[in-house]
């Protein structure tokens, strides 16, 4: 591609809206757009060239591992929902509209009952399973206060799979499967990655990992023990638990528990004095949707109280319930190893979860078993968000002066810089390069454009292409210059060998 021709609207300026440097970088390499400061982003050709090859990464080991890709409707029957259960749950972040016939719809954030409607309709016996389907389909998520860019965009790029089986015993090898197969995705990207216990959350289901990209500036914070390979969400984390005695300090937290249709009840959390409310535990404690501040109340409809406090408290309550609410502290001993427990942070980037029978069992999804008995299917999900990734790779891969996009990611493998373009032998080297890197199937980017070096080089360092050959003054003494993006390294070759080395490189 010759950059004269291409679209790419590099530009100094930094977005207001933008602090993460993946978010900067993006725009300011014009790789997206911004559609009117609400979340939502075009793909310029850079931008989709580079998200297509991400999804093509994740596509290829997917079908090695045996899943089926098909498109489900972006549009989905509010019905299915209602179906399901998840209509009322789910909350304000799902988009809900009517057609011109009245009829309830919505903009789907996730597919579980899409998919499980699909395969209700074609798959009726035990010979027909175990079968994992998947889509990389937009979804679209009507967040309160979209930040980030691609981070936490309302629409955005996502792989979500399901797996249907006649037995948990085979759904349980397809999730370590699944795993396994994130793994390889996420290496082949060349990122960082940590696969952490998780809470499954609106999606529901048991046995929920997720796969998180360090990065300081990731949303999630991820409990780790440095010793063995135990991770966690803060949400989910465990440790080893702590002893008290019996004139320890508690401390009560009152909360609203928000339920469907409206249902609200007192919730009061009672806990060990010097730890904290982890609040996504709690939720789960008392099965509620939500919960919300609440000023101290002597209502009590429920009282949970922290395991760890389980045969010292005095307090009693016509509900009380014993569980984990605890948030896990840096220093913690973790439960595997015994080791001090810390603190990092990661970019949720991919979540799988052991769904059960949650979704099969309430939209009749069966299958005749082997004595003719309708069983419902047992099911597993698995999501990856693949334009988030861009934005991870680039959270893990970057330098002060732009991008440094992976080998598998990169918009393109080699730049070639003409400095002058008015100089007739460094044109005819650069476009003798050109062809013969094309012709050798490299992905190859001429920078043919009339500008000035200094602004040529500038756009080189923010878009990233991870190796560039310059053109410039010193090729009066039989001179070119090699660049590897990552950490601007270069080589000098002479005009005979650069053709060679090229060929050899690539």
């Known amino acids: 591609m010759r950059f004269s021709r291409l679209l790419i609207p590099t530009t100094k300026e930094t977005p207001n809206d933008a602090s993460l440097a993946s978010h900067i970088y993006l725009i300011r390499g014009g790789f997206i757009q ?61 988009l809900r509209f009517k057609d011109r016939k009245n009829n309830d719809f919505i903009l789907g954030p996730t597919h579980e009952e899409m998919m499980v409607n699909m395969v209700r309709q074609t798959v009726k016996s035990y010979k027909q399973l175990p079968l994992n389907l998947y889509q990389i389909n937009l979804k679209f998520r009507d967040e309160i206060r979209p930040r980030f860019g691609l981070m936490r965009g309302r629409e955005f790029l996502m792989k979500d799979g399901y797996s249907f089986h006649a037995t948990t015993e085979d759904m349980q090898r397809e999730f370590a499967l699944m795993e396994e197969t994130y793994k390889k995705i996420f290496t082949r990207l060349g990122l960082e990655f940590r696969v952490v216990d998780a809470d499954s959350g609106a999606i529901g289901g048991s046995g929920s990992k997720e796969f998180m990209v360090l990065a300081d500036s990731g949303e999630d914070t991820i409990v780790v023990c440095p010793d063995c390979e135990y991770g966690a969400n803060i949400e989910a984390a465990i ?71 389980n045969g010292l408290d005095t307090l009693s309550a016509e509900e009380k319930t014993y569980a984990d609410i605890s948030a896990v502290q840096e220093g913690d001993t973790c439960a595997t190893c015994g080791g001090a427990l810390t603190y990092t942070k990661g970019i949720e980037a991919g979540h799988i979860f052991q769904l059960g029978t949650q979704y099969s069992e309430p939209l009749v999804c069966n299958f005749l078993d082997e004595n003719g008995k309708a069983q419902p299917m047992v099911m597993g999900t698995y999501g990856i968000g693949v334009s ?8 893990q891969n970057h330098d002060d002066k732009g991008c440094i996009w992976t080998k598998e990611a990169a918009p393109f493998d080699l730049q070639i810089m003409i400095s002058n373009i008015k100089d007739e032998a460094q044109v005819a080297l650069g476009e003798k390069l050109y ?39 010193k090729l ?31």
Not at 55 to 65: G, N, P, Q, S, Y
Not at 457 to 463: G, Q, R, V
């Open 435 to 473: 062809e013969v890197m094309l012709s050798k199937g490299v992905d190859v980017l001429l920078d043919d454009r009339k500008d000035r070096f200094g602004a040529k080089m500038k756009d080189y360092e923010l878009i990233g292409v991870p190796h560039a050959v310059v053109i410039g003054k």
């Open 388 to 395: 988030r990734l861009l934005a991870g790779i680039i959270e």
């Open 476 to 506: 009066s003494d039989g001179i070119v210059e090699f660049i590897t993006r990552d950490g601007m390294q270069k080589v000098e070759l002479t005009v005979d060998s650069v053709e060679d080395f090229l060929k050899e490189r690539f």
């Open 34 to 94: 911004s559609v009117g400061g609400s979340g939502l982003y075009n793909f310029l050709p850079l931008g989709k060239k580079i998200l297509d090859k991400v999804r093509a990464v994740v596509k290829d080991e997917l079908d090695k591992a045996g899943c089926q890709e098909v498109a489900l409707s972006f549009v989905t029957p509010a019905v299915l929902w209602e179906e399901s259960g998840r209509l009322e749950k789910y909350g304000k972040e799902l």
């Open 239 to 309: 440790s080893k638990p702590k002893i008290y005695e019996s004139d320890c300090d508690i401390k009560i937290i009152t909360m609203k528990a928000l339920y469907d249709e409206g249902e609200t009840k007192i919730v009061h959390f009672a806990l060990p004095a010097e730890v904290e409310l982890q609040d996504v535990k709690a939720c789960n404690a008392v099965k509620a949707n939500e919960l919300v501040e609440c000023e101290e109340s002597n209502d009590i409809n429920i009282l949970v109280v922290d395991a760890t406090l």
